[in-house]
């Protein structure tokens, strides 16, 4: 680089000037734009949040805080809400898919830890063929044993009120709405599995067909039009809950007044709102 | 200012403007309404078509096998506050669309996959009626390890061996106790349906007894299944040319007449001796017919027809009509929907050729014991 005053027309003083001053007005041209930007959102905002039927006629998310309640009592491991999930949501068939699915407890006279079954290991269940093609139900297997106690415990997704899954989502494709219910956008979900792995309660699954994650949505497509999730439509004991804890007379507010429930793995913090009566403290 | 500065400049202004004009691009309008999330997906989950649509939705076209249905033990009913029952779905499948007219609307989840599973009623509109109670059945009342104590529950192999649940129960309403019949439907008076039994004598005989095999007996005939059979042919649930014409024009109270004249006539005891039933009619007949028809062919349950000593031709056109589908019953369908045209041939002439003046009803039900838990 030449040192020569003459031949420079730029100096050290007037570059640094020069230099200042672009960086002003880009850094004020990005601030002018990006107010531009969120004033464009906020707008889109007012309007969504304007209109209270939302996201259906009559439907104001605002007023529903949805919640699940599980009596593990009276689940007679029928299976029918599983295959109900499947058929409502479109699960794959397989054994390897859940939204929502049944596991039992088995404690046989001593042993010390509980024998589990779980519906998502082909091993532990029978074909039945009575429902579906390809269908499960539990076997008998320990019909010749002696049994201390057993019991089924139906899992779903625990729509937590923190949810570790919506924290770790690289895209913003998961999220918790308003009313409770952490949903996926599917279309938004590039696969990458983080959220099926941060699961704490092996909720989530990845669904290979549509190369996206799948969980529970406590069917708010039903919710949301004033019925029920599927499961709990099909549930032919009572051992499923849903409501809306805002209404004091819904099922799931009088579910909870009515019994000492507790949810699973309160000492991670994640708030669950799907509450059982009648589990083990085995059951995580 | 140099050229290398101002092309550096330039540079970095264009990067600055495409990186901006592609953030508001490629990030969607709805981005950031609610929170770091598509908006718009909300509602378009929201607005997946439901596919379990409650019995209610069944009501509006199948009353009959909605009022069994919730009067029996599998009807929805509120214990602790909590909803309890089986619902149609739980066992008829999800009815989605059923039933389809024309092409299926589409929406974005049917997936050629989807499409193609008859379960979801999207190509073939048609619910699925399980075929194999012994399947299904179990999924609930099987005893295994895990099922509370309040369900009822049988071990299979040792309740029935290899029968089929429905020989003894009726799925919609599986306790013991058959479709009881309304009150007003039984009242009627003989000597009124005498007077108007005039057109009814051309072909069922002025005594009941039909003048050709093809037509039934009436005489003697329980007035509630007469009455069922009327109103049957009158609202064109049960098929036949004349009878619907006959049926359309009557009232309930001549039904009611009609029916209570018929059943106070003494039956007509066949003069032919009775035939033997090759083993396998014997068998259908010992393990399904004589649960409702009873023992001797004479039924002990009001909404059960009387089998002794009907028309033969009468009998096998009914049991063949039962197993085509051409009339339907829900427990008659499942039962005759197992039998070869040999065995409702051999039923017919066995049924046709009993005397039933001799014995008593003999209920083979009564032996069965409800439920063992």
């Avoid at chain 1, 990005?30 to 889109?44: I, P, T």
């Avoid at chain 2, 997936?111 to 699925?128: F, P, S, W």
């Avoid at chain 2, 919609?172 to 009814?200: D, N, R, Y």
């Avoid at chain 2, 066949?270 to 028809?293: G, I, L």
Wanted: overall charge positive.
């Amino acid at each position: 680089m030449s040192d020569s005053p003459d031949t420079n027309p730029i100096n050290r003083r007037s570059f640094l000037k020069l230099a200042g001053a672009t960086a002003a007005v880009g850094a004020t041209a990005v601030e002018a734009l990006n107010a531009l930007v969120e004033k464009a959102a906020a707008s889109v905002a007012t309007e969504a949040r304007g209109t209270p039927s939302f996201p259906t006629p009559g439907y104001d998310w605002t007023k529903h805080r949805w919640a699940f309640g599980v009596d593990s009592n009276l689940c007679a491991g029928c299976l029918a809400c599983v295959e109900a999930c499947k058929l409502e949501n479109g699960v794959p068939k397989d054994p390897h898919h859940f939204r929502t699915w049944v596991e039992r407890y088995v404690y046989l006279e001593g042993e010390q830890s509980p024998r589990v079954d779980s519906e998502a290991n082909a091993g532990d269940i029978a074909a039945s063929n009575a429902r579906f093609v390809e269908p499960y139900r539990y076997d008998d297997r320990y019909a010749d044993k002696k049994l201390e106690k057993s019991f089924f415990v139906p899992k779903l997704c625990n729509h937590c009120s923190r949810p570790p899954c919506v924290q770790v989502c690289p895209v913003g494709a998961t999220y918790r709405t308003e009313d409770g219910v952490v949903l996926i956008d599917q279309d938004y979900c590039i696969g990458c599995r983080y959220c099926v792995q941060a699961c704490p309660y092996g909720a989530r699954y990845f669904n290979e067909q549509l190369g996206v994650a799948d969980k529970c949505t406590w069917c708010y497509h039903r919710i949301t039009k004033g019925l029920k999730p599927a499961c709990v439509e099909v549930c032919c004991h009572g051992a499923r809950v849903f409501g809306d804890l805002n209404d004091p007379e819904s099922d799931i507010s009088r579910f909870l007044r009515d019994n000492r429930v507790e949810v699973l793995k309160p000492e991670i913090g994640t708030h669950p709102n799907v509450y059982y009566v009648g589990i083990d403290k085995d059951v995580r | 200012m140099p050229k290398h500065v101002v092309r550096l400049l330039v540079l970095l202004a264009a990067f600055a403007v495409i990186a901006i004009a592609a953030k508001i691009y490629f990030v969607p309008r709805s981005y950031w309404v609610y929170g770091d999330y598509r908006a718009k997906s909300v509602s378009e989950i929201a607005s997946d078509a439901p596919m379990y649509r409650g019995s209610k939705y069944c009501q509006s076209c199948h009353h009959r096998e909605f009022s069994e249905w919730s009067t029996g033990v599998h009807r929805i009913m509120r214990m602790d506050g909590r909803r309890v029952g089986v619902i149609c779905e739980d066992c008829h499948g999800p009815a989605g669309r059923h039933p389809l007219v024309g092409k299926p609307p589409l929406v974005a989840k049917d997936t050629h996959e989807r499409l193609m599973d008859a379960r979801y009623n999207l190509v073939t509109g048609k619910m699925r009626v399980p075929k194999n109670s012994l399947a299904l059945c179990p999924q609930c009342h099987q005893k295994i390890a895990g099922r509370p104590a309040m369900m009822p529950q049988v071990v299979m192999s040792v309740h029935a061996g290899k029968q089929q649940c429905i020989a003894c129960h009726n799925p919609h309403t599986p306790g013991i106790v058959f479709p009881a019949v309304a009150k007003e439907m039984l009242a009627g008076l003989p000597a009124t349906g005498k007077a108007a039994s005039t057109q009814c004598a051309a072909c069922h005989g002025a005594s009941g007894t039909s003048i050709s095999p093809a037509f039934p007996n009436l005489a003697g005939q329980h007035r509630a299944y007469l009455v069922a059979a009327l109103e049957d042919y009158k609202t064109g649930k049960r098929k036949s040319a004349i009878m619907n014409a006959v049926a359309k024009p009557l009232k309930k109270r001549d039904i009611s007449n009609l029916a209570a004249y018929f059943a106070s006539l003494p039956r007509q005891t066949p003069t032919t001796p009775e035939v033997t039933a090759s083993t396998d009619a014997r068998k259908a007949q010992e393990e399904a017919c004589q649960n409702c028809h009873g023992g001797n062919g004479v039924s002990q349950f009001a909404s059960v027809p009387d089998l002794a000593g009907q028309k033969e031709a009468y009998l096998a056109n009914a049991l063949n009509a039962y197993h085509t589908g051409a009339r339907r019953e829900s427990l008659m369908s499942r039962v005759a929907h197992y039998l070869t045209t040999t065995d409702i041939k051999e039923l017919a002439a066995y049924y046709a050729h009993l005397s039933a003046a001799a014995k008593t009803p003999l209920p083979r039900h009564a032996e069965v014991r409800p439920n063992e838990r």
